[in-house]
């Protein structure tokens, strides 16, 4: 298992990360701070998405990475969610 963090903030001095997303295998990520920034590459590749909880920094490119990747069908991004009642 491979276990990636796609940072908000690069640079030599990423002092702060405000939003970011962790990538599993390359194709789940967990919350989506950071994956609508990613390379389209890296977007395209991700099948499906579990968001832990909606604080703006686990969902704030989320909108971004639908608008690039979202097709209608069988092979669509699956997003998992809690259920707030």
């Given amino acids: 298992m491979r276990i990636g963090l796609l940072a908000s903030i690069t640079g030599p001095t ?3 990360q405000f939003a970011m997303s962790y990538l599993i295998n390359d ?3 967990i919350d989506v701070g950071a994956i609508g920034f ?3 590459s890296v977007q395209r ?3 499906h998405v ?4 909606v604080h703006l920094e686990h969902i704030v ?3 971004i990475f639908l608008d690039n990747v ?3 069908g069988p092979e ?3 997003l998992y969610a809690w259920q707030l009642t």
């Fill in 76 to 78: 669509a991004v699956s």
């Fill in 27 to 29: 194709c789940v990520a």
């Fill in 45 to 47: 590749a991700i099948l």
């Fill in 50 to 53: 579990f968001l832990s909880h």
């Fill in 70 to 72: 979202y097709e209608p």
């Fill in 38 to 40: 990613a390379t389209l």
């Fill in 61 to 63: 490119s989320l909108p």
């Fill in 14 to 16: 990423p002092t702060y």
